[in-house]
């Protein structure tokens, strides 16, 4: 069982930045696939990012490249989201997830994923 609690959100102007940290209960965290996803009004819940267990491996949504970079410390059971040059099209609720079995090739789905955490606002103004 893992319990994923989210923090970090907020208001910014375009072109700013936020980290988004979400943090772990559990003394597995270090073998979990975690993934970031965002959800705005009226919309279905989307693909933000992934890493591995490790942290050697990441995966983006073509939106988010170049702009955001997810990282994990296994340390201290907790997975970060730095959003630079943020776009009022980013604005949503931001999920953190985890899952022990989910295969790379399936990280940008969100059926894969077990666990979720309750969401952290990021609104952009323009």
């Known amino acids: 069982q893992v319990q994923l609690v989210e923090s970090g959100g907020g208001l910014v102007q375009a072109g700013g930045s936020l980290r988004l940290s979400c943090a772990a209960s559990?003394?597995?965290?270090?073998?979990?696939?975690m993934g970031w996803f965002r959800q705005a009004p009226g919309m279905e819940r989307d693909f933000v990012a992934a890493i591995n267990w490790s942290g050697g491996s990441t995966y983006y949504a073509d939106s988010v490249k170049g702009r955001f970079t997810i990282s994990r410390d296994n340390a201290k059971n907790t997975v970060y989201l730095q959003m630079n040059n943020l776009k009022p099209e980013d604005t949503a609720v931001y999920y953190c997830?985890?899952?022990?079995?989910?295969?790379?090739?399936?990280?940008?789905?969100?059926?894969?994923?077990?666990?979720w955490g309750q969401g952290t606002q990021v609104t952009v103004s323009s």
């Open positions: 559990g003394r597995t965290f270090s073998s979990y696939a």
């Open positions: 997830a985890a899952d022990l079995y989910v295969s790379s090739s399936m990280w940008s789905s969100n059926y894969e994923y077990d666990y």
